[in-house]
């Protein structure tokens, strides 16, 4: 043992020569010793240093052995601590209302110091391999439901310990123990850096390193963030994971990289033909035709007017109403005049709805949101048809407490690529992301932003009896105050 490792003991004694002589025996044992000279100062004591082990006289003023364990098992703390009583006494009746107290053991005095040693040495190991469980058991439960995965493994490179986070995040076996993990890692994922994972199992303390598992056909790509944690114990040595998903942070910065660039590319090219148009006209001219000039213009004023657009998509983007009501919600009684109004103000035929039947009165979506929805989808509508002018149907019904809203159009459809990508800021089909081709822009995020924050879904198909999209969005019903 040493000095910061050995149990406290704790010897509660009135008699000073007994206390002292106890005191003394035990610290030649090598054991941290405190001493007290009543019950009460023992209670102080107990609390402070938490010991392993109390030793305490019967008899003693004021708070007597008895009252001292019965003190100590009703303190959160100190409840499990072991005492032994001394007792000059052999009243079996005595020893009884002793162990009712408390107590879990007794001495008797004069005290025997081989008796002593012996007990003394046998309590203290049972007590501290059951705390040592105990703190186990605790921990245990405390990785095995951490949202991070745990794997620890020897200088072989083989997994000693998982927890089933662990397995669920890097496809371990079952039953791990022994289990090679590096060849599988490599097997499952890229492990990046790989200069740095080459040194496997002997990996940098505190090294922060990634596993990727690249994108497939069936799979999305998924992004594992490790820690390293090691540890030498002479000549052992082992090896402790930490693995984390990061693959949501991945792809939400990879969306706003992709964003800022489209946002980027979408500015530039107009400011570009701005920029061409009137730099053109200033420099030349005394050199140009007028029916040059004019020609300049009309390239300046189209660039104008593209800026216009992008803007103005970017600022109803930021600047989009809010989609939670401030008070019922949206009576469905206004879905046909906003519908028909804002196909109206887009130059559209009127939009054919379907008869419903039963509606609840009102739905959980501010009504401003709901215009907006509504501006988005059949602009988009009117964007991708063939001769800008689609033919449009709304339905509207209700199932399980939410009202879906379908918005059916005849245009031209979208790939499974688009599909799934179009609700993305700026998704565009074009790889080159010039800016020059029409892509799904701000409205459907926008859509799927507002209608989400009060608890709906949107979700796209393509429909199955001839070319055209359908969008569909579902909201909660209204809440009752």
Known sequence: MTALTAPIILVIDDDETS?????????????????????????????????DLILTDLVMPGVDGYELCRRLRAHDELSDVPIIIFTSTDDKDGRVLGLEAGADDFLPKPVEPGLLKARVRMITRLNRYRRIKAQRTRLTWVVENASEGYVLC?????????????RELLNLPVEPDGFALYPHLRKEFTPLPPEEWKKWP??????????????????????????????????????????????????????????????????????TKISWGVSF???????????????????????????????????????????????????????TDTVQET????????????????????????????????????????????????????????????????????????????????????????????GQVPGMGLGLTMVCTMVQKVGGKVRLRNRSDRKGLVVEFMVPVARAE
């Open 154 to 166: 020897n200088k072989e490179g083989l997994v000693t310990f998982c927890n089933s986070r662990a």
């Open 19 to 51: 206390r002292k002589s106890v005191t003394r025996l035990l610290e030649r044992e090598g054991y941290r010793v405190a001493a007290a000279q009543d019950g009460r100062e023992g209670l102080k004591l107990a609390g402070a240093l938490q010991p």
């Open 343 to 434: 196909a109206g103000l887009l130059g559209l035929s009127p939009v054919q709805l379907e008869p419903w039947t039963f509606l609840p009165p009102s739905v959980y979506l501010s009504k401003p949101a709901f215009e907006m929805i509504c501006f988005e989808l059949l602009q988009n509508s009117k964007k991708f048809h063939p001769d800008h002018n689609p033919h449009v149907t709304v339905n509207v019904s209700f199932e399980n407490g939410f009202v879906q809203f379908g918005f059916t159009d005849d245009g031209t459809g979208l790939s499974p690529d688009q599909l799934a990508q179009a609700v993305k800021p700026y998704y565009q089909a074009e790889k080159g992301f010039s």
């Open 202 to 271: 002997y990996l940098t303390n505190d090294s922060k390193l990634e596993l990727l598992r690249p994108e497939t056909t069936k799979l999305p790509a998924c992004w594992l963030e490790v820690k390293v944690l090691t540890h030498y114990l002479g000549h052992d040595y082992e090896v402790l994971l930490r693995v984390a998903d990061v693959t949501a942070e991945k792809n939400t910065q990879q969306s706003v990289w992709t964003f800022e660039s489209l946002i980027s590319h979408k500015l530039r090219t107009p400011l």
């Open 281 to 335: 006209i200033q420099k030349k001219a005394d050199k140009l035709s007028l029916k040059q000039i004019v020609e300049f213009a009309n390239q300046a004023s189209g660039g104008v007017e593209d800026l216009k657009s992008v803007l103005e998509e970017i600022l109803a983007y930021i600047n989009a109403p809010t989609a939670v009501p401030g008070g019922q919600g949206m009576l469905l009684t206004a879905v």
